[in-house]
């Protein structure tokens, strides 16, 4: 769904190499937690109650005058979006006609602009975007909305660029901490677990324990396929070749490896840090998240690899492919990669 608001704008970026493959296939598969259509914006004077919190479904608004996007003038007005519109509810009535973009007034960055007013984080900061681009795209979703609502889940961007703007500057310490917590467990360091007596114990007949055993072998023998080659590129991209283990608890990583990743995630700016934290934790991998910032992966290398063990599973299941289930996880998991990559491209200058 997604494709309809960022296409043109895609259209006219000079190939990132990131965004080499890219098939956007954004749909509209979030659940909506509230649709009551009662819910409306609350048109106030965002200084007049200073004891008001962003953390509810209003919209703040400081009054100015209509004519305030002229390039050149000072703009008075501004919309402070609500807390809300990182969870997926519905949080207002459209109220805007018109979606533009700008020039900050500091010349150092785009503004989005819903009529003559300048869009604002939940945090009350300008939505100042580094660049054109994904000024444009962001506007692009904003003119996507509906007159009866606006759906936060057709708005990756958004969500993105509030995310870099808002959280990374201040917590930017404790997201590196906590992906460095989860990569002794990374996806990519996994392996199928070999024959032992552990899985004999649990498939006591041996009929049924040899179609495990040749299961797990072909499992096995696909990621090293499939994962291999990346943790060679690992290898010679910072000097240490990864651990690899079945275990479901991880396996610890040599020092030098763990410096490298982390010296490289404290040298990213926010938007990068914004994508690598979402990308992993949508594919439980810090190094596709950084094959994708790398340049190393495309966005249908990097599904592929996170949904290996799963396809594979729905591959040799009885069941196969469960519609309402595996489809809906498949097409949320293309929007959440994919929005991450093309937010990355169209942030780069």
């Known amino acids: 769904m997604a494709t ?18 890219l098939t956007l296939q954004f749909a509209s598969i979030a659940t909506v937690q509230s649709e009551n259509p009662s819910s409306s914006f609350t048109f106030a004077d965002s200084d007049s109650n200073s004891s008001s919190s962003c953390n509810d479904s209003n919209i ?11 390039k050149g003038e000072k703009d008075s007005s501004s919309v402070t979006m609500p ?32 009529d003559y007013r300048t869009l604002k984080t939940p945090s009350k900061r300008p939505l100042k975007l580094p660049t054109l681009a994904l000024a444009k795209a962001i506007a692009a979703e904003w003119d996507y909305q509906q007159t009866d609502g ?9 969500k993105l660029a509030c995310t870099a703007l808002d959280r990374v500057p201040l917590t930017r310490p404790k997201i590196i901490e906590h992906l460095m917590k989860k990569f002794s467990q990374d996806l990519v360091f996994c392996r199928a677990p070999e024959d ?13 324990h040899e179609i495990y055993s040749t299961i797990t072998e072909q499992l096995n023998e696909r990621q090293v396929e499939k994962f291999d080659p990346l943790i060679g ?8 070749k990864p651990v690899v283990y079945s275990c479901l608890f991880g396996g610890k990583q040599e020092e030098g490896l763990l410096k490298a990743i982390e010296n490289l995630l404290k040298q990213t700016d926010d938007c990068q840090l914004a994508v690598i934290d979402a990308i992993a934790s949508a594919a439980h991998s810090l190094i596709i998240a950084v094959g994708i910032v790398k340049g190393k992966l495309d966005i249908e290398e990097a599904i592929e690899l996170i949904r290996l063990e799963e396809d594979f599973q729905v591959l040799v299941d009885t069941w196969g492919l469960v519609e309402g289930g595996h489809d809906i996880d498949i097409a949320d998991l ?5 929005s991450a990559a093309v937010f990355l491209g169209l942030s780069r200058k």
């Open 4 to 21: 309809s608001l960022i296409a043109k704008t895609l259209n006219s970026i000079k190939n990132p190499q990131l965004l080499r493959p």
């Open 334 to 338: 293309r929007v959440q990669i994919s």
């Open 196 to 208: 032992n007596v552990l899985t004999s114990g649990v498939y006591g007949d041996m009929f049924f």
């Open 150 to 158: 606006i759906r936060p889940f057709t708005m990756p961007l958004m």
């Open 60 to 70: 703040y608004m400081r009054k100015g005058l209509p004519n305030c996007n002229v």
């Open 233 to 240: 590129w690992i290898k010679s991209e910072f000097g240490f």
């Open 83 to 114: 807390m809300s519109l990182m969870t997926g509810s519905i949080v207002g009535k459209r109220f805007y006609k018109q979606v533009t973009t700008r020039e900050a007034d500091d010349g150092n960055g785009w503004n989005v602009m819903l």
